[in-house]
């Protein structure tokens, strides 16, 4: 039972359906009322937790689905991210410290930001292993209109 708007989407966890996918849930997401100024922390939180599932979590494994379950109310919007894939390390959310940057732009590194940026744009994060099924809710809050 959903308190609210809801949105469910499953896709592929491949590269190309995870890109589709969110792109469709951040068009939902705006006709259902995200307001403007949180649409784009919740577009890249929301890519860089389903391009962790795709790259990581199936890395090793077949890939599967990844569902996702979106609930818009009034003043926050909770997006709950479910697969199959292989656990958390440590069965747990990174502490999203960055990558060290390096002294030159070739020292640049090419990832290790995902988890930082997670934590800086959601308001809450919550990770569980159950079944065989990772669960990661991410909590947006915004104020009031």
């Not at 069965?91 to 940057?101: I, N, S």
Request: hydrophobic share 40%; aromatic share 6%; glycine share 8%.
């Amino acid at each position: 039972m959903c308190n609210g708007k809801c949105l469910d989407l499953n896709f592929a966890a491949t590269e190309v359906e995870a890109s589709a996918g969110i792109a469709q849930l951040s068009r939902c997401l705006a006709a259902q009322g995200l307001p403007a100024q949180k649409a784009g922390d919740v577009k890249i939180a929301l890519a860089e937790a389903i391009n962790n599932v795709v790259e990581h979590a199936y890395a090793d494994v077949t890939p599967a689905k990844v569902k996702v379950r979106c609930r818009l109310h009034r003043n926050w919007l909770h997006i709950l991210i479910s697969d199959t894939g292989s656990p958390l390390p440590g069965f747990r959310v990174p502490d999203g410290v960055p990558a060290e940057l390096g002294s030159s732009i070739d020292d640049l590194p090419e990832g290790g930001f995902g988890w930082f940026l997670i934590h800086e744009l959601t308001s809450d994060i919550h990770y569980e292993r159950s079944n065989g099924c990772n669960r990661l809710s991410l909590r947006f809050d915004f104020p009031e209109p």
